[in-house]
Nanobody
Framework: QVQLVESGGGLVQAGGSLRLSCAAS????????MGWFRQAPGKEREFVSA????????NYADSVKGRFTISRDNAKNTVYLQMNSLKPEDTAVYYC????????????????????WGQGTQVTVSS
């Protein structure tokens, strides 16, 4: 079992920054792939970013590439999502997720492979 708790969401103006955190407990955190997804009202949950166990491999959706950075601190059992140059279209509930499988660029983009999910944190970007 892996328990995930997100934090760091909030209201920010366009062009601003936020850093989301996801604290994990339970199973050995350092062995799992971690991902961030988001869901806007009326839309499906979509992939944002993923990171392998060591932090050496990362993956980003085209819509956030160059603006968002995923990282992890295995000593703190935490994964982060630094979000810069935020846009109103980034407004959504952001979820972190854990995949017990191996890291793969295509696989990590699918929400169906993730085994555990957090409760989500709201990010609202005003224009």
């Amino acid at each position: 079992q892996v328990q995930l708790v997100e934090s760091g969401g909030g209201l920010v103006q366009a062009g601003g920054s936020l850093r989301l955190s996801c604290a994990a407990s339970g199973r050995t955190f350092s062995s799992v792939v971690m991902g961030w997804f988001r869901q806007a009202p009326g839309k499906e949950r979509e992939f944002v970013s993923a990171i392998n166990w060591s932090g050496g491999s990362t993956n980003y959706a085209d819509s956030v590439k160059g603006r968002f950075t995923i990282s992890r601190d295995n000593a703190k059992n935490t994964v982060y999502l630094q979000m810069n140059s935020l846009k109103p279209e980034d407004t959504a509930v952001y979820y972190c997720a854990a995949d017990l499988g191996r890291f793969d660029y295509q696989r990590s983009r699918s929400r169906y492979v993730y085994d555990y999910w957090g409760q989500g944190t709201q990010v609202t970007v005003s224009s």
